[in-house]
């Protein structure tokens, strides 16, 4: 199992998940600044703290998907599914974002900065779920078989099929 454990630290994979980790925080960044920008403009309109962050989250969920999806993690196939996926893991970090909200503001907490604070902690523990839940089909090389250090372990080549 050693030769498992190995593969997925690889040079390549680590690289990978940098890149990776990178523009999901840039995906991120521009969905939660269009979230925060939703959020407070309802705000100065009058809107509950709640309604105004759910509508923001919500606006902001669409922009985040098409993102990663297409350039992120460069899914090609199980849009619908992914989909599904994706506002399921977002339900819950929308729960988990009214929750915080909610903690803050009844703590006495400014609703702008107790909702600046808790979508930077909503946005991080979201990758994990985002890259190993929602994109758990990978794109070849994406993590999907460890480099082996046995050659016992290399994947077999496929026969030519001579339709190319």
């Known amino acids: 199992m050693?030769?498992?454990?190995?593969g997925y630290f690889s040079v390549e994979n680590m690289k990978?998940?940098?890149?990776?980790f990178s523009g999901f925080l840039?995906?991120?960044?521009?969905?939660?600044?269009?979230?925060?920008?939703?959020?407070?403009?309802?705000?100065?309109?009058?809107?509950?703290?709640?309604?105004?962050?759910?509508?923001?989250?919500?606006?902001?969920?669409?922009?985040?998907?098409?993102?990663?999806?297409?350039?992120?993690?460069?899914a090609r196939t199980g849009r619908v599914s992914q989909l599904l996926r994706y506002i399921a893991t977002y339900l819950l970090a929308l729960l988990m974002q009214l929750g915080l909200l909610s903690l803050g503001v009844q703590?006495?907490?400014?609703?702008?900065?107790v909702?600046?604070?808790?979508l930077l902690?909503?946005?991080?523990?979201?990758?994990f779920a985002v890259r190993f839940m929602v994109f758990r089909a990978p794109p070849a090389g994406d993590f999907a078989e460890p480099v082996a250090s046995n050659p016992?372990?290399?994947?077999?080549?496929?026969?030519?099929?001579?339709d190319q």
């Open 107 to 113: 703590a006495g907490g400014d609703p702008l900065v």
């Open 26 to 74: 840039v995906a991120g960044g521009a969905a939660t600044a269009f979230n925060f920008a939703i959020f407070a403009f309802l705000l100065w309109l009058g809107c509950g703290h709640l309604v105004a962050s759910a509508i923001g989250y919500v606006t902001g969920i669409a922009i985040s998907f098409a993102i990663n999806r297409r350039f992120v993690f460069q």
């Open 121 to 127: 902690i909503v946005v991080s523990v979201t990758y």
């Open 115 to 118: 909702n600046a604070i808790a």
């Open 152 to 162: 016992s372990h290399s994947p077999k080549p496929q026969a030519d099929r001579g």
């Open 2 to 6: 050693l030769w498992l454990w190995h």
């Open 16 to 20: 990978l998940f940098f890149r990776q």
